[in-house]
């Protein structure tokens, strides 16, 4: 008799009751380290849905907290590519740990699918309140600064969100991909009335990095523009060094 047999059975049904002690926070940690262990020695999906759950509290010490989510990633990337569907699944569901799961689909995809998950999740995401911006965010930020053709129609619908630091996240990484599309768009959040003025900055840094002028709607720019921002002789954004 093996030692999960013992404890109960080594398949998925086992793994899904070590749920509660994977995220109790108080009590005995040996009791949640152990059960960690436990699931990184099954070999079953349902094992890595389990562990994911760990990410979704935070227990004291912080500097146990910390070892243990470390602990984590080592244990799922133990899984290899069969921890790529229950990872991406807890992607889609949870509105946390989004940067852990990002993490660890790093770990195990090359960039252009864990890019392809990222817009997907974006793309739903677009049409989708949250009270809490975090994962929105987190996910844009990761495809700031990555070049592929999938990235500004999945970015573009996030400028109408209800939270700043989303457009904000938004404008950051369309500038870099100079979409033509996202021209007016960006101007309108720019000049519309009832936009923040640290959102009015960053779409002029957007305007700026990709290039586009403001043609047909110079009137409005000009009053919004501050140092270091100035139009050319052309209409463009440009930045003073």
């Known amino acids: 008799m093996g030692i999960f047999d013992f404890l109960g059975g080594s398949g998925p049904e086992k793994a899904l009751k070590l749920k509660s002690k994977v995220t109790q926070k108080y009590g005995d940690p040996t009791t949640r380290q152990k059960a960690l262990q436990q699931l990184g020695e099954m070999k079953y999906p349902e094992a890595v849905t389990v562990l994911l759950h760990r990410y979704t509290i935070t227990v004291e010490p912080l500097t146990t907290d910390a070892d243990e989510k470390e602990h984590v990633f080592e244990l799922i990337k133990g899984f290899g590519k069969d921890a790529v569907p229950p990872v991406t699944e807890f992607l889609r569901k949870n509105e946390q740990a989004t940067s852990w799961a990002l993490r660890i689909l790093e770990a ?33 930020h990761y495809v700031t600064d990555k070049q592929d053709p999938r990235i500004a129609p999945a970015v573009l619908p996030h400028l109408d969100d209800m939270a700043d630091e989303v457009k904000i996240a ?26 923040a003025r640290r959102v009015q900055v960053a779409a002029l840094s957007a305007l700026q990095e990709s290039g586009f002028g403001v043609q047909g709607y110079r009137e409005k720019v000009e009053p919004l523009l501050s140092d270091p921002y100035y139009l050319d002789g052309n209409g463009v954004v440009q930045r003073r060094s």
Do not use: C, F, W
């Open 170 to 195: 938004a404008l950051k990484a369309l500038g870099p991909q100079k979409h033509e599309p996202a021209r007016e768009p960006i101007l309108r959040l720019l000049t519309t009335a009832d936009t």
């Open 108 to 140: 195990l995809l090359p960039e252009s699918e864990v890019i392809d998950i990222v817009v997907g999740a974006l793309n739903t995401l677009s049409a989708q309140y949250m009270r809490d911006p975090e994962k929105k965010v987190v996910l844009l």
